[in-house]
């Protein structure tokens, strides 16, 4: 009963370096979501996948990338990192929100530090 | 554009004492949904409860209760009894039901409100 799964957990990177971080749901849901988690600003939406095949931006998309890859996995890329990116970042999932908006579904979230 | 305030940054109460988290919200949508998640110290996010615009009836969960009032546009969460494992990180979010056909269920956070439980 894994759900969403995000990898990986924890990530120290120097600045200009860059990365992907991995994102998979197995409830074969249809619409995904990058956010990221700063202190005393909630969560905000950096991308989102409303179906596979399809990519939007969100709140805060600059300096990030995103690839729905198929149904079940959703990246983000980080081209190169900056101070200002380190942050906690969450992927989440819901089965099809158009005029429902069911509860999305959160991974355990990457804890990404940038030096 | 929609938003979301959560005023009280932190809360700090004793165990047993009633404690009640505000939320208000602003949307143009006529539809839209409200929502409340759980962040414990682990960092996961826990799903609450789910309140649509045209439900304005109160919900009860065990300690758990919300009071949705559309006329103030708020969505205030009350747990009575605290308890120590009611320490977390609590947010209310927002999603627009339609805006245009676009909405996708994305969601507006409000900023989280710090519940700390003392024994």
């Known amino acids: 009963n894994a759900g969403v799964t995000q990898t990986p957990k924890f990530q120290v990177l120097k600045t200009g370096q860059s990365m992907t971080l991995q994102c998979a749901q197995d409830?074969?849901?249809?619409?995904m979501y990058w956010y990221r988690q700063d202190p005393g600003m909630g969560l905000r939406l950096i991308y989102y996948?409303?179906?596979?095949?399809?990519?939007d931006k969100g709140e805060v998309p600059n300096g990030y990338n995103v690839s729905r890859l198929n149904k079940r996995e959703f990246s983000l890329r980080l081209e190169s990192a900056a101070p200002s990116q380190t942050s906690v970042y969450f992927c989440?999932?819901?089965?099809?929100?158009?005029?429902?908006?069911?509860?999305?579904?959160f991974g355990d979230g990457t804890r990404l530090s940038i030096l | 554009a929609q938003k979301v305030t959560q005023a009280q940054t932190e809360i700090s109460v004793v165990e047993k004492e009633d404690v009640t988290l505000d939320c208000v919200y602003e949307?143009?949508?006529?539809?839209?949904?409200l929502f409340w998640y759980k962040q414990p110290p682990s960092g996961e996010l826990v799903f609450l409860i789910r309140?649509?615009?045209?439900?304005?009836q109160n919900e009860i969960s065990g300690r758990y209760s919300w009071n949705f009032q559309k006329s103030t546009s708020s969505f205030n969460f009350t747990i009575t009894a605290s308890q120590v494992v009611d320490s977390a990180v609590y947010f209310c979010a927002l999603s627009e039901a339609y805006a245009g056909g676009t909405s996708y269920g994305k969601l507006t956070f409000g900023q989280g409100t710090i519940l700390t439980v003392h024994p």
């Open positions: 409830m074969n849901h249809n619409s």
């Open positions: 949307t143009r949508d006529t539809t839209y949904y």
């Open positions: 309140r649509n615009s045209f439900d304005e």
């Open positions: 996948s409303a179906s596979e095949g399809t990519t």
């Open positions: 989440a999932s819901t089965v099809d929100p158009q005029g429902h908006n069911q509860p999305q579904h």
